[in-house]
């Protein structure tokens, strides 16, 4: 399994990022796909989630409503897009994937919200 992030930068309050996870090494589209994120001194925590076939997801209470979670099984990517963001969105984001019970993660991408 590997998952490989992308997309992340240096961006200013109020702007938007999509961020981007290209997945290999598993059958993509037959699995539900996270977003996780870690900032500074705090826990990782789940951002977003979208199940195999895309028709349904879920965020975090903070994250609803600014950021969208999609998914191209076609691809095998699936994508983080993340407007009105705000300084206290800077965090690594990580793309994740649990299989039999086993959590597999990226490496992640740094976003960083400041003016």
């Known amino acids: 399994v590997q998952l490989v992030e992308s997309g992340g930068g240096l961006v200013q309050p109020g702007g938007s990022l999509r961020l981007s996870c290209a997945a290999s090494g598993f059958t993509f589209s037959s699995y539900p796909m996270r977003w996780y994120r870690q900032a500074p001194g705090k826990e990782r925590e789940l951002v977003a989630g979208i199940t195999s076939a895309g028709g349904s997801t879920n965020y975090a209470d903070s994250m609803k409503g600014r950021f969208t979670i999609s998914r191209d099984n076609a691809k095998n990517m699936v994508y983080l897009q993340m407007n009105s963001l705000k300084p206290e969105d800077t965090a690594v984001y990580y793309c994740?994937?649990?299989?039999?019970?086993?959590?597999?993660w990226g490496k992640g991408t740094l976003v960083t919200v400041s003016s």
């Open positions: 994740n994937v649990a299989r039999y019970g086993i959590h597999y």
